[in-house]
T-cell receptor, first 112, second 111 residues
Framework: DAGVIQSPRHEVTEMGQEVTLRCKPI?????LFWYRQTMMRGLELLIY????????DSGMPEDRFSAKMPNASFSTLKIQPSEPRDSAVYFC??????????FGQGTRLTVV | SQQGEEDPQALSIQEGENATMNCSYK?????LQWYRQNSGRGLVHLIL?????REKHSGRLRVTLDTSKKSSSLLITASRAADTASYFC???????????FGKGTMLLVSP
């Protein structure tokens, strides 16, 4: 298996633009997580899907952030409009049964 | 808020020495996991210890768990330069099988 695949690896965008991050979880995994990592705040859980259904989105910073999982093999995290404080590395991870999490390589987002 | 807090924040040792990192958490857990992150990469799972276990080994890794103190330790024996990375503990305290991470310990192993 290729592991969890995220795209793009790097994204530079201007403030106010829409940003869409993509994730393909490991085939057969039933849980998917989006995390954001910054030096100041560490790794923050943004949202958790189980069987494609959002279970816990309490970590989503505000209404500018939205996430979808239309099927078991694809998820998106969208920021609209983006702001400089959204600059971070965004990770997607998937699990089967809730134990070991497999992380993607991350998307480094820079909003200027 | 962070569930797990690692200590120390940074650790610098020589190759061949042992490295010990600690993690404290706040609420009851089902399991505690340790992950490694190399610079610019995603996190990689190292080891999982369940709440009814006290110690676990995997290669050069030894993890202990003290649920009464809500703490865990990760010991890396005979460290190598390739062990240089950040190490995170993660707990599933939310009860939804989600993982909450600490801010990590940065380990530097010098040749």
């Amino acid at each position: 298996d290729a592991g969890v695949i995220q795209s793009p690896r790097h994204e530079v965008t201007e403030m106010g633009q829409e940003v869409t991050l993509r994730c393909k979880p490991i085939s057969g995994h039933n849980s998917l997580f989006w995390y954001r990592q910054t030096m100041m705040r560490g790794l923050e859980l943004l949202i958790y899907f189980n069987n494609n259904v959002p279970i816990d989105d309490s970590g989503m910073p505000e209404d500018r952030f939205s996430a979808k999982m239309p099927n078991a093999s694809f998820s998106t995290l969208k920021i609209q409009p983006s702001e400089p404080r959204d600059s971070a590395v965004y990770f997607c991870a998937s699990t089967l049964g809730g134990d070991e999490a497999f992380f993607g390589q991350g998307t480094r987002l820079t909003v200027v | 808020s962070q569930q797990g807090e690692e200590d120390p924040q940074a650790l610098s040792i020589q190759e061949g020495e042992n490295a010990t990192m600690n993690c404290s958490y706040k609420t009851s857990i089902n399991n505690l996991q340790w992950y490694r992150q190399n610079s610019g990469r995603g996190l990689v799972h190292l080891i999982l210890i369940r709440s009814n276990e006290r110690e676990k080994h995997s290669g050069r890794l030894r993890v202990t768990l003290d649920t009464s103190k809500k703490s865990s330790s990760l010991l890396i024996t005979a460290s190598r330069a390739a062990d240089t990375a950040s190490y995170f503990c993660a707990t599933d305290a939310r009860g939804y099988s989600t993982l909450t991470f600490g801010k990590g310990t940065m380990l530097l192993v010098s040749p």
